[in-house]
């Protein structure tokens, strides 16, 4: 065991005999023998120094004083163990701030992300489990199967379209609501329940009841009559509704346009005004087109339902080239310079409509084709030549 050496004083700092220890182990040994000191065995001061060590460092400070403050006791004022005492205290009275526990702040942030992904996924499910997308309803019909389409549109949302699926049989919500429903089908059909209002809550409605009385093979169009003819799926119109009406009321949703009635005999817009950024469908009636020519006013065509009205102004950038007159009461859908230039960019049917009706506009305006003049003879002989 050596303890320590002395050196002497002066340049020459010489060891200091009779200062310098070197004791030999067995002298150790017998020293120690008879007091219960293991050699093999830490001593209490350094159990109590390494585990104030680790609390102080691992943030447990009150843990930290008070093994501190047995290896304290065990031997006394030593420098370090003083040091670290006063440490420790001075981290009780003001305590650092604690980092953020990411590890437990990922936890809850995964949990909580889990249980609202997971509500929102069974809220999808259970609103979707009846509905069936229009792709889905023609692969039925590819199998061989033959759904029957149920029109569940509100009164004002019928009365908006003149548009209906094919085949597509009426039944209002008020109706499949009422004590009787008069269904020609058996419980086991393939029933395809479609309307136009969000969220096919009329078709919720119907086929509510509609399972209540005993069909179960009753499902809901997703998107509706809108979902329908945005897949560019064939519609049935009124007979006399023109193509241009029919792609017209395809595109857009009737119901949510602004609707204007005007009395027969009532000037919609006047030649040289300014169109104000509108065109119309004619929803219902007839309007006379006139226009002024010398001196007087002439009737050039009247527009019927699903005609379109005043396009031409809006695509000229031009005031109203003649005047629209109510021939009959007239109920008309407004239609804005931006929506009418978003279905002219991005619905070529509709687009090619109007061509063919401007094309014969004016093919009508140029008047019958005169048959061409014969070609000159040689000149008649005069007579006595």
Known sequence: MLTFVSLAPGPEGGIVQGFNFIVPADAV???????????????????????????FFDGGYPA???????????????????????????????????????????????????????????????RNRFRISPAQVIKLMEAGQKPVFLDARTAADFEASPLKLPGGMRVAPEEAEGPRLDLTMEPQQSLVVYCATPDEQSSARVVQHLRRRGYRNVRILKGGLGGWTNAGLPVEAKAHLPSIGVELYKHLAARQLQARRFAAGQVIFSEGEDAKGEAYIVHAGRVAIRKRVDGGEQLLRELAEGELLGELALIREMPRSASAVAATD???????????????????????????????????AAGPARPPEPPAGPPAPQPGA
Do not use: C, Y
């Open 29 to 55: 040994r017998d020293f120690i023998g008879g007091t219960g000191v293991s050699l093999g065995a830490a001593g209490g001061f350094n159990v109590a120094w390494w585990a104030g060590l680790r609390d």
């Open 64 to 126: 930290a004083d008070r093994r501190f403050q047995e290896a304290n006791t065990l031997h006394a004022n030593l420098p370090d163990v003083k040091r670290m005492v006063a440490e420790a205290q001075e981290k009780i009275k003001n305590p650092p701030p604690r980092p953020l526990p990411w590890a437990w702040v990922a936890l809850g942030v995964t949990l909580a992300s889990s249980t609202g992904f997971g509500g929102l996924w069974a809220r999808r499910w259970w």
């Open 330 to 364: 007239v109920d008309l859908l407004v239609i804005g310079r931006q929506q009418l230039e978003w279905l002219i960019r991005n619905r070529p049917e509709l687009t090619l409509e109007i061509m063919k009706r401007m094309s014969g506009w004016l093919v009508g």
